[in-house]
Structures are given as C-alpha cells and as structure tokens.
C-alpha cells in the first residue's frame, strides 16, 4: 500500500498549531534594533530572515518571542572601562573596529546595532535562569567575541558575552559557566577577559589562533585553512567532551558562528549545510539538560541566514528542511524558464520549413564535408537568441540603451564554437562574446569548456568608484550570472556534468569562489591560502594586490603569481559529489600546510578578521 504523502502546507500548518500550544523547546529574542545599515560583509537582514522562516515554517510563535533592551552604559561598564566607552565613536577607533571600508557605511549605526544584541545577550541570559523559562535561548545575533575590555576589533565594538557574565554575576549567580565558541574565527577577546577568572571556561575551535597566551581554564584549537566537514566535527566529537569535563559548567553559552560555511562571503573552510547541522546537533547533546544561551556570532554573504535558521528549526521543533542558497533559488528559476523552451524552439533554424530543415540541410552533401550546423549539436542560432529573451539577457542590454541586436554563430571556430551578439545599429557594438568547447578531460565527466566569455557595455564610461578589472575594456554589461545559468541549463538539458573554465586572474576565481572549484585540489589550496589575505577587500584592490605581485611567500620573501587552472562548476550529482568528497578535502588541507604567503599591501580592514 502506497504511504500517504502530507503536502508541505499542512506540516506547516501542524507544525504551527503545535507551536501555540505546547511550552516551547527554546525561546528567541529579537529586536529591530538588530538590523544593521546595508554595509560591504555582512547582510543587513540576516536575524530577521531566520525570524521570518522559523515563523513561516510553524516553528514558534509570537508568544515564544523575548524583546530587550538596549544594553545600558552601566551595562557597558560592567566590562568595558568609561575611558573606552567615551571613544568609541572617534573615527581611530571605529577604523580600528571595522576598517575604512566599514566606517564610511556609517559604523555610528553599527554600535547601535551591537547595544541592542548586548541587550539580547543579557535578556537571554538572566531568562534562562529563570524556573519558568526554558533551558535554551536563542539571542539572534551577539557573538561579539573579539572585542576586548579596552578596545574593540574584527567588527566587534562591545563583548556581549562577557557583559552578560558580568551581568549575571551583579545579579548573584556564582556558578561556573563554560563559552563553546565554534566561529571560524577564535573567541581571542573573550578568552583575555576570562584569562584570571577560573570559574569561567572558554573553549574554541577556529582556523587560527589570533592569542596563543597560555591559559589554565581555555582550550583553543586551531585547525588551519580550508577545513572540511571530516576534520571539523572530528575535532569537536574528540574535545568537546574534554572541555565539559574541565569546565564542570552549570551554564552554557554557544557561539553558533556561519562563517564556517563553504560558500560563506568572508569565510575559508568548506563545511557543508549538512555539516553545520550536525555539528549543532552534538553541541545540543553535549549540554544536556544545562542551561544554554545560543548567539549566531559570524556569517556573511546573502546565504548566511540558511545555516542558523535550519538549526533553529531542528531544535525548535525538529523539522529539517535544506534551504535552498541564493544560486539554487536562481537555478530552480531558470529551470522553471528552461522548461518553457521547447526543443522545437531551440533547435529549428529561422529559414526552416514546417519540418525543421533548413536549405543548408537539404544540400549539406553537395556542398561539400559536413559543418557543425548547432550550437553543442543542439542549438540553433534562432534558438539560442530565444533562449537570451526567456532567460532576461536581452532585457538587460534594452534596458542600456540598445533596443536591437544581432546574434551571429561561427561553429568551426579555431578554438571551439563561437558566439557573439552586437548591436544591431550603425555603431555595430560587441556585447557577448563565447566560445565553448567540449572536453571530457576529468575522467568521467564531460563538460562544457568556456575558452572565453566576454560580457561589455562599450557605450558606458567606468566609474571612478568601479575601475576596469584586468582584462576589461569596456564596463561590464551586468548579466553573467544569467549567461552561466543558461549554460548550466545547457548542462542538464544535454547531460554534461558542468561547466569548466580556466581563471586568468585572480578576481575571476574570487568571483566564482562559491559555486566553481579547482579541477586540481593543491590549486584550490593555493587559492585558499591568497583568498584568506584578501577576502575582506573590495575586488579590485584584491586582484590589484595579486597582478602587483603583494603577495609573497612568507619565509623566502618570492612574489606569489597568480596560477590559472581548470575550474569546474559542477552539474551532475556525480560531480559534486566528486568535489564534496572527502579525499578532495584532505588533499587540499594537506597542501594548505605547504602554503604562507603574505600580502606586502595594506588593507582596507585595518584588523584582520570578523565576528
């Protein structure tokens, strides 16, 4: 008998129905607050957007909601001296906080910002102390954890975390406390303030050690660049348990940073969503009965929020759902198009009769050998400009002042098949220009090899904030992510397995850091390895840093060139299973150990690092 399948909406509806009545698992706190001004790293909405799915899901409600206050500056003073606190908004200090770049997005709102979390951080403290509360809750945001007591640093002006020990300790709780911090970044400001307080244990798995001062009651464990999903939760499984046993702890703060993940904007390991959960999912086990205040600390990029909010929903109500990243809303987008294009449509020639065959067929073989006549053996020319119509390509160049252009196909090109698409006026504008070609060279797979791509706006003068890229000529027309998502379609439609391309500078790989992978891991390690000097850079300055040769090998001083290879964005299952796969992992950890470099430039973040 076939098991009846429970549309989504009605899961959703009990999920709902069972959050207004029972006592909640944990309760959030939240306030508007939160929401920082738009700025270069972070997104501004990532708290509300956990919000708005844990609602939408059914996975709490309204009434499961702790509103604070605004973090008081007696509060602030529990920890940060006034000699600190009445500079804080002087330009030294808040380029020293956030870096030029984050100063001129107006960093005055930021501090505001982080009052509010401080606030949270003290609500969700003394609450889940309370005998009528429960035994988790959730601040979304705070994890400001580098901020020391006198000065602040990596985006983090006030150390909500300790206020609230110090907080809760002005209130008469004595007991002693353990801080899990698994940001990618170490909790280096937390551990110095907690340095002579025994009765606080502070435990913190990261890439690097930013304070390696020896102290009795700290575990810190640095586990370098590129870290997979293997080695992460190795090294919590193995020394979580042992910080429980040092600490003896009564109450738990966790540090649930983002940051770690693969596609994360500012980040350098690859853990997984998967891995992320479960990770999560061993914290929740290790506590235990314990009370427990969750904080979201690092994450970055428009993707950040999918990782907390599939946690929260685990431990709220014990739904797991992926959510989809920004790029798979996208491509589910463009297959919703690609269904939309008939293979009729894509395949007839312009000229052809009502059985598709063209003039060019009918006297294929008096002209002489056979030409290629298709795109990929597939596509047509007519084909192909209504595919750029379907997907928004030729919107774009409409809406830049060119309301006609001409799509011309040259298939036996020396270097693959050619495309091109001009203008279709006097000026006779390039704008697109691909050539492609098939490769099956990463056996097993075949791929659609992009020997070039070139997207332009001749008609439009650079501006003085966006400068030409290596490369350029002419600014860019605004649409590659719509010509990749065609040939990705390309990909599932004619059963290749991706697209592969070979970076010829370093912003084009930077650019494509989230989706695409080097064919050959030592060159993804390399990457990595220049990639974590540069991340927090506007991307010009980081490929700039790269072509002036401001990267060198830290021990023997060599300029580090930039090293093109094969990138692969995977298609198939098959293949990014090849790229999720453990053996890839450990070659590229391996290999990251064989690579220091160091950037001889200046960066815009003048204190390297994020919550």
């Given at each position: 008998?076939?098991?009846?399948?429970?549309?989504?909406?009605?899961?959703?509806?009990?999920?709902?129905?069972?959050?207004?009545?029972?006592?909640?698992?944990?309760?959030?706190?939240?306030?508007?607050?939160?929401?920082?001004?738009?700025?270069?790293?972070?997104?501004?909405?990532?708290?509300?957007?956990?919000?708005?799915?844990?609602?939408?899901?059914?996975?709490?409600?309204?009434?499961?909601?702790?509103?604070?206050?605004?973090?008081?500056?007696?509060?602030?003073?529990?920890?940060?001296?006034?000699?600190?606190?009445?500079?804080?908004?002087?330009?030294?200090?808040?380029?020293?906080?956030?870096?030029?770049?984050?100063?001129?997005?107006?960093?005055?709102?930021?501090?505001?910002?982080?009052?509010?979390?401080?606030?949270?951080?003290?609500?969700?403290?003394?609450?889940?102390?309370?005998?009528?509360?429960?035994?988790?809750?959730?601040?979304?945001?705070?994890?400001?954890?580098?901020?020391?007591?006198?000065?602040?640093?990596?985006?983090?002006?006030?150390?909500?975390?300790?206020?609230?020990?110090?907080?809760?300790?002005?209130?008469?709780?004595?007991?002693?406390?353990?801080?899990?911090?698994?940001?990618?970044?170490?909790?280096?400001?937390?551990?110095?303030?907690?340095?002579?307080?025994?009765?606080?244990?502070?435990?913190?798995?990261?890439?690097?050690?930013?304070?390696?001062?020896?102290?009795?009651?700290?575990?810190?464990?640095?586990?370098?660049?590129?870290?997979?999903?293997?080695?992460?939760?190795?090294?919590?499984?193995?020394?979580?348990?042992?910080?429980?046993?040092?600490?003896?702890?009564?109450?738990?703060?966790?540090?649930?940073?983002?940051?770690?993940?693969?596609?994360?904007?500012?980040?350098?390991?690859?853990?997984?969503?998967?891995?992320?959960?479960?990770?999560?999912?061993?914290?929740?086990?290790?506590?235990?009965?314990?009370?427990?205040?969750?904080?979201?600390?690092?994450?970055?990029?428009?993707?950040?929020?999918?990782?907390?909010?599939?946690?929260?929903?685990?431990?709220?109500?014990?739904?797991?759902?992926?959510?989809?990243?920004?790029?798979?809303?996208?491509l589910q987008h463009f297959r919703t198009m690609s269904?939309?294009?008939?293979?009729?449509?894509?395949?007839?020639?312009?000229?052809?009769?009502?059985?598709?065959?063209?003039?060019?067929?009918?006297?294929?073989?008096?002209?002489?050998?056979?030409?290629?006549?298709?795109?990929?053996?597939?596509?047509?020319?007519?084909?192909?400009?209504?595919?750029?119509?379907?997907?928004?390509?030729?919107?774009?160049?409409?809406?830049?002042?060119?309301?006609?252009?001409?799509?011309?196909?040259?298939?036996?090109?020396?270097?693959?098949?050619?495309?091109?698409?001009?203008?279709?006026?006097?000026?006779?504008?390039?704008?697109?220009?691909?050539?492609?070609?098939?490769?099956?060279?990463?056996?097993?797979?075949?791929?659609?090899?992009?020997?070039?791509?070139?997207?332009?706006?001749?008609?439009?003068?650079?501006?003085?904030?966006?400068?030409?890229?290596?490369?350029?000529?002419?600014?860019?027309?605004?649409?590659?992510?719509?010509?990749?998502?065609?040939?990705?379609?390309?990909?599932?439609?004619?059963?290749?397995?991706?697209?592969?391309?070979?970076?010829?500078?370093?912003?084009?790989?930077?650019?494509?850091?989230?989706?695409?992978?080097?064919?050959?891991?030592?060159?993804?390690?390399?990457?990595?390895?220049i990639h974590s000097l540069l991340q927090a850079e506007?991307?010009?300055?980081?490929?700039?840093?790269?072509?002036?040769?401001?990267?060198?090998?830290?021990?023997?001083?060599?300029v580090i060139k930039w090293q093109p290879g094969r990138?692969?964005?995977?298609?198939?299952?098959?293949?990014?299973?090849?790229?999720?796969?453990?053996?890839?992992?450990?070659?590229?950890?391996?290999?990251?150990?064989?690579?220091?470099?160091?950037?001889?430039?200046?960066?815009?973040?003048?204190?390297?690092?994020?919550?």
């Open positions: 008998m076939a098991r009846k399948v429970v549309p989504k909406t009605v899961r959703r509806g009990l999920r709902r129905a069972v959050s207004n009545l029972r006592l909640p698992k944990a309760m959030l706190v939240y306030h508007s607050g939160y929401r920082a001004p738009d700025n270069p790293f972070a997104d501004s909405k990532r708290a509300s957007k956990v919000l708005d799915y844990l609602m939408h899901e059914g996975c709490i409600s309204r009434h499961h909601m702790l509103r604070p206050n605004r973090a008081t500056i007696t509060q602030l003073n529990l920890i940060h001296p006034y000699s600190y606190l009445d500079k804080v908004g002087e330009p030294e200090q808040l380029e020293r906080v956030f870096g030029q770049e984050m100063f001129e997005v107006d960093a005055s709102a930021i501090i505001e910002q982080q009052r509010w979390m401080v606030g949270g951080t003290i609500r969700a403290a003394r609450s889940v102390l309370s005998l009528l509360g429960p035994r988790v809750i959730i601040n979304l945001g705070g994890g400001l954890h580098h901020a020391d007591a006198d000065s602040g640093h990596g985006f983090c002006v006030f150390n909500d975390v300790a206020i609230a020990i110090a907080q809760l300790r002005e209130d008469g709780y004595q007991r002693r406390i353990l801080i899990i911090d698994l940001d990618l970044h170490q909790g280096d400001g937390t551990r110095r303030i907690f340095e002579n307080d025994s009765t606080v244990f502070t435990f913190s798995i990261h890439a690097n050690d930013w304070d390696d001062d020896p102290i009795e009651h700290d575990m810190s464990i640095p586990l370098g660049r590129a870290v997979g999903d293997g080695a992460y939760l190795d090294a919590i499984r193995k020394n979580l348990p042992i910080a429980f046993e040092r600490a003896r702890p009564h109450l738990v703060f966790y540090v649930a940073g983002v940051d770690v993940a693969i596609n994360d904007k500012l980040g350098e390991w690859r853990i997984t969503a998967d891995g992320i959960l479960e990770r999560d999912k061993f914290v929740r086990e290790s506590i235990g009965n314990r009370p427990s205040i969750w904080l979201l600390a690092g994450g970055y990029g428009e993707d950040a929020w999918r990782y907390s909010a599939r946690s929260l929903a685990w431990l709220l109500a014990d739904f797991d759902a992926e959510i989809p990243t920004a790029t798979e809303r996208a269904r939309g294009l008939g293979v009729d449509e894509l395949t007839r020639n312009q000229d052809s009769n009502d059985f598709g065959i063209s003039a060019n067929d009918l006297f294929a073989d008096l002209i002489g050998p056979k030409r290629p006549s298709k795109f990929l053996g597939f596509y047509s020319a007519y084909g192909i400009e209504c595919a750029l119509g379907r997907y928004g390509v030729l919107d774009y160049v409409r809406e830049r002042g060119i309301t006609r252009s001409d799509l011309v196909m040259e298939l036996d090109h020396s270097n693959g098949q050619l495309v091109r698409l001009f203008s279709d006026d006097a000026r006779r504008d390039l704008l697109i220009e691909l050539v492609v070609d098939e490769r099956s060279d990463m056996p097993g797979f075949r791929l659609i090899w992009i020997e070039w791509l070139m997207l332009q706006n001749p008609r439009l003068t650079p501006a003085q904030d966006r400068p030409l890229l290596p490369g350029q000529q002419h600014p860019g027309l605004g649409c590659l992510w719509h010509i990749v998502g065609m040939l990705l379609m390309s990909c599932e439609r004619l059963s290749f397995d991706g697209l592969a391309f070979n970076p010829a500078h370093y912003h084009v790989a930077a650019l494509s850091k989230a989706e695409a992978f080097f064919a050959d891991p030592v060159l993804q390690a390399r990457f990595l390895a506007p991307l010009y300055e980081a490929t700039m840093a790269v072509t002036n040769g401001e990267i060198r090998d830290a021990k023997t001083g060599a990138m692969v964005i995977p298609a198939s299952a098959a293949l990014k299973a090849h790229f999720a796969s453990s053996e890839y992992d450990a070659v590229i950890q391996e290999a990251c150990k064989s690579f220091d470099f160091v950037w001889t430039g200046t960066p815009s973040v003048k204190e390297k690092g994020h919550a």
